[in-house]
């Protein structure tokens, strides 16, 4: 009975914290260059607590909690903007800026000017290129696919475009911002830069009100499963109990 409770528990807390990736996930369907996030799920296993390996503990001990999450790098939709300080990537790559807490990463090319022509997010954040900060001298801005930007004819710096190997663990910085293991990133072979389209959020909100469907289920069902053993128990320490003695 212990082994079945501590299963549902487990569940429960596992389902909750999934509710909580979906639900965030849902929230920035129409965020420009959010990348959603999917559960990660494994087992605490019997043996790992030393308990006997029998064929009792592998059947009822093998509780599932939720790992963490993992980035979806699927390609999202590109809107035209029509604007030329709004960039798309197209490919796997990120944009650098520079934060008060170090480089981050992001797909949101939503760009502007400062007051003293700097290259910035909308946050504020420079935006780096392959020798720092980018400057822009007034007039007219084109930005070619390898990300190398004009003014006025004249080459005034070149985007930092970043990728990384597969497997790395991006960690969402909140915004639209992501950040890295050290020196995991490399210059990006595969990506070319779209001037005047912003990336759309790659979250299916179809999909993802199903999985949070799902989820509920699967909560309201653990808290019935937990809610019954609970029962049980108060009914063992009542009745059971008192006749050992």
Not at 131 to 143: C, H, W
Request: with cysteine; charged share 15%; aromatic share 6%.
């Amino acid at each position: 009975m212990d082994s079945g409770y501590y299963a549902a528990c487990t569940a429960l807390v596992s389902r909750t914290q999934a509710l909580d990736t979906i639900a965030n996930n849902l929230a920035n369907a129409s965020t420009v260059g959010y990348r959603a996030q999917h559960n990660q799920f494994s087992s605490v296993l019997a043996q790992a607590s030393g308990a006997p390996d029998s064929d009792l503990n592998q059947a009822i001990n093998n509780y599932g909690i939720l790992s963490g999450t993992m980035l979806d790098e699927s390609q999202g939709a590109l809107q035209k903007t029509g604007n030329n300080l709004d960039l798309a990537i197209q490919g796997s790559g990120f944009f650098v800026v520079q934060t008060a807490g170090g480089p981050m990463y992001t797909r949101d090319g939503s760009f502007q000017l400062s007051s003293k022509g700097q290259l910035i997010t909308s946050t504020g954040d420079p935006v780096m290129g392959d020798k720092g900060a980018i400057s822009l001298p007034p007039g007219s801005v084109s930005i070619s696919p390898d990300g190398t930007i004009s003014s006025n004819g004249a080459v005034a710096g070149k985007l930092k475009l970043v990728s990384f190997p597969a497997g790395t663990n991006l960690t969402s910085a909140g915004e639209t911002y992501y950040s890295a293991p050290p020196n995991s990133e490399a210059a990006s072979t595969d990506s070319t830069v779209k001037q005047g389209m912003l990336e759309s959020s790659n979250v299916n909100p179809v999909t993802s009100m199903v999985e949070l469907i799902t989820a509920q289920r699967s909560a309201e069902m653990m808290q019935r499963e937990l809610s019954m053993y609970s029962s049980e128990m108060d009914k063992t320490a009542t009745q059971d109990l008192p006749k050992i003695s």
